[in-house]
């Protein structure tokens, strides 16, 4: 029902802060790396997912849409919950996420605190073929966030403009007639390995010589 | 719960869009034909159909009410969800689906993406003898939308124009002695074939001349 | 969880009403009696009953708190559900009702549109030996609603003044030893056929002489 | 979905009020010892706690967060309910009842409307060897409530500055190799009948005597 709110920090808790909108307060929970960049009585914009269950009616924000994403595209894995989510989103950033989900790393994901071994392997072998989430605004590059937290700032790139050059690379690999999956594993190699600020040409061509190798 | 929405576009995506009202974001489902009439930060009044289940409050919108009220009348149809409903309406402007319900003509349905020969043809039979539906404003002709997508301009002819002069008709043909199917036949043919503005008398006269053919 | 909501007449249905407040328009269920005291566009205060449901979250609305105490009450009664108490409250005025359950007079209720003689029968006999509702601003004697449906003109005598003058005359005469029932009956009896107006100490005598008779 | 609410008293009722948002009356169940201390029309700041049922969308208000974090607190003991818990809140003030679970004391429980002998050592024993709630805004010290109820004024000690002192002095002797449970009686005691103002060093001063004898 929800998708975004404009507010100030009115209350800052340990797993949720209060943002008032216009009087009313929303309950949201965060996760420890939102709540960490966040100040009472800072004005900020939040990407909400909202949970409708038969005794609760909850708002998860998220500075980047991005974040909101993965945080749903987590939980469609059988085991991991909203907390195991934000643990995950708290310990790795989302650039690594996607590259350890095309790479089936599951060391990536053990490291977040209550993911063991058994769900660590889980996760990387269920994300490991499926494409990564893309997000709201994703289509149209709306300005979702600026970096210092405030809702001004001059329009920073698209939510998750990390995810737009590798889904590029990946298309362009697949229309050279690799399959979706090799693509995949290829430009997230790239990507870690290389400045994940690379230009999309040089995505490609390394990738090319990964495939080739 | 929620029943109309005046806000801005402040995000857009693949089948749904976030509507700021005063700083709380809603999240609204939408169809590809509403979606396309947007654009980002855009004023605009949305006709809302909340749908409440155990594990979901969700909103779905649309910028004429009459839209909204073929959305709600076209679920009643066992085997037609949300999905399906959008899929018609983003395929079959709303005056055809009227005429369409009226003669029984499945075909129009199946043109949906979705939606088989089976269920076409449960749709055509079961809109048959029904009377279409007139939405929240119909009887007082309230200004719903302007064509522009905006809050403002002049008031337009009250949600669904055509339903108001189709109803009309039939009333007249009903009140001279004719069964409402049959009437809604005649009614239905004659704003297929003529131009849909064609005024009430004559609609009138030439679903005469097609009930005496 | 709404109890009261402010805002603009946005558009007028059949059994409900689309009401604006600050960009949110929402869906009102409402009686005939309280739809035709309403203009499009016309600023008035509601006074709300929430009903949330596994499948719904209704709003039901009314100008003067005492009705929507009414609604309430009169849907604690086995049978009675929404439609019919609205029913009841848009054939018989409040101050009616009270003399009615007062005096167990299932008449009245026989009057209201889909309430057959069982169910009149019923409702006048739970009704009786229970003490009318108070509605949320009794207590205090807030201005609730001005007669000419706006939020503005001066304070008005409290929600339910003739619940006040019942309720003050009823426990006058518990307090001179009669028991509860008799005196909401006598008092019921005066107030139906005296000037429903009539000054406290009048309604207390004449009642006292119906006792006596 | 609600933490808190800053607005206006509309209406007061018996064990309830409405408070105005932005022209949104919302419906807040509320302790008698918080509706003493209102007026109509107030401008105010609510602490909220949001109770979703299947059939129930409740908001509960507090004038200051630790209020509302022991009213959590407590229905976490079996038996005790909303109800029961504004009954404790209403009759004991929230120093007193930190002591009281710390002391394992159940005649202070008990003096609570409704608390039968049974429940109140149930609570008395759940409660013991429990940390006190620490509330929303405890770990910044936010301004939440001034003491004549409005939302300006110079802000205060964070919510439950009482609770505060008693933390950094049961962490205090815990770091001394006292077990919690011991240290928390012994400050109980001395917050009890020492003026609950004295300073911090007091505090532990005394609490060492304590644990000594």
Do not use: C
């Not at 909400?48 to 991005?66: M, P, Q, S």
């Amino acid at each position: 029902m929800i998708g975004m709110l404009t507010g100030r920090v009115a209350a800052l808790g340990a797993d949720e802060l209060v943002l008032d909108v216009s009087g009313v307060g929303y309950l949201v929970g965060a996760g420890a790396r939102t709540l960490s960049r966040l100040e009472p009585d800072q004005d900020i914009v939040l990407h909400i997912e909202t949970h409708v269950r038969e005794d609760a009616f909850k708002l998860y924000g998220f500075l980047d849409d991005i974040d909101r994403a993965w945080f749903v595209h987590l939980q469609n894995i059988q085991g991991v919950g909203a907390k195991a989510a934000f643990a995950i989103l708290d310990t790795v950033p989302v650039s690594e996420i996607a590259n350890a989900a095309a790479l089936g790393d599951k060391s990536t994901f053990a490291r977040a605190k209550g993911v063991g071994p058994k769900l660590a392997t889980r996760i990387a072998t269920e994300l490991k073929d499926k494409a990564p989430p893309t997000g709201r605004s994703f289509s149209i590059g709306l300005p979702v966030h600026s970096d210092d937290g405030t809702t001004g700032g001059a329009p920073v790139a698209p939510a998750g403009g990390d995810s737009l050059a590798r889904e590029d690379a990946v298309s362009a690999l697949v229309n050279l007639g690799y399959n979706e999956s090799q693509a995949r594993q290829a430009v997230a190699k790239i990507l870690r390995d290389a400045d994940s600020e690379a230009p999309l040409g040089d995505v490609i061509r390394l990738s090319l010589k990964e495939l080739a190798a």
